[in-house]
Nanobody, 124 residues
Framework: QVQLVQSGGGLVQVGGSLRLSCAAS????????VGWFRQAPGKEREFVAA????????YYADSVKGRFTISRDNAKNTVYLQMNSLKPEDTAAYYC?????????????????WGQGTQVTVSS
């Protein structure tokens, strides 16, 4: 069992940057894929980015490629999502998730554990 604790998020203007954090407790991320998803009101939860802890391989949704960066800190057992050049359409609740599948999953059911979510609002 792993518990995920998120931090970061908030209100930012268009073009600004934010960094989200996802820290694991109870177990290390060493055998997990960690992903970020987001969900806007009235919409389904959508994939944003994922990283495989063992080798650092990453994958991004086309909508965030080149603007967002997912990374990991082994010492802190934490995954980050650096979000740059933010747009109004990035406004959503963001969730980190951990899954035990080796492949980089892009749908929610690929993941077993979820963080509590954090709101990101991009104002124009």
């Amino acid at each position: 069992q792993v518990q995920l604790v998120q931090s970061g998020g908030g209100l930012v203007q268009v073009g600004g940057s934010l960094r989200l954090s996802c820290a694991a407790s109870g177990r290390t991320f060493s055998r997990y894929v960690v992903g970020w998803f987001r969900q806007a009101p009235g919409k389904e939860r959508e994939f944003v980015a994922a990283i495989r802890w063992s080798d650092g391989i990453t994958y991004y949704a086309d909508s965030v490629k080149g603007r967002f960066t997912i990374s990991r800190d082994n010492a802190k057992n934490t995954v980050y999502l650096q979000m740059n050049s933010l747009k109004p359409e990035d406004t959503a609740a963001y969730y980190c998730a951990a899954g035990t599948n080796y492949r980089l999953g892009i749908v929610p059911h690929d993941y077993n554990y979820w963080g509590q979510g954090t709101q990101v609002t991009v104002s124009s």
